[in-house]
Nanobody, 124 residues
Framework: QVQLVESGGGLVQTGGSLRLSCAFSGRNYDSYAMAWFRQTPGKEREFVAAITWNGRRLYYAESVEGRFTISRDNAKNMVDLQMVSLKPDDTAVYYC?????????????????WGQGTQVTVSS
């Protein structure tokens, strides 16, 4: 059974930085594509970033391109999301997601495993 646990959320001012981490427990981490999504109240969960099983291909939502960087460490079963130049619109609960596939998608329905989420709040 796969379990995902996010950490690193918090309150930051506009222009600040945060690094989110997601710890994967289970077998064969390096066979999973990993992704980050985010959700605000009343809105659907939206794609933020994703990474292939080997870390060689990265995918970003247009709204975060150039500001967020996804990375993974297959030796530690971790995936991170480095966020810089944060804006109030980035305020959301951020979720880590995993899918047993070589290549990730941007569709939340394709991901079987989810973390509990971590709150990111960017003050203006």
């Amino acid at each position: 059974q796969v379990q995902l646990v996010e950490s690193g959320g918090g309150l930051v001012q506009t222009g600040g930085s945060l690094r989110l981490s997601c710890a994967f427990s289970g077998r064969n981490y390096d066979s999973y594509a990993m992704a980050w999504f985010r959700q605000t109240p009343g809105k659907e969960r939206e794609f933020v970033a994703a990474i292939t099983w080997n870390g060689r291909r990265l995918y970003y939502a247009e709204s975060v391109e150039g500001r967020f960087t996804i990375s993974r460490d297959n030796a530690k079963n971790m995936v991170d999301l480095q966020m810089v130049s944060l804006k109030p619109d980035d305020t959301a609960v951020y979720y880590c997601a995993a899918e047993s596939a070589a290549f990730p998608t941007r569709s939340r329905g394709d991901y079987h495993y989810w973390g509990q989420g971590t709150q990111v709040t960017v003050s203006s």
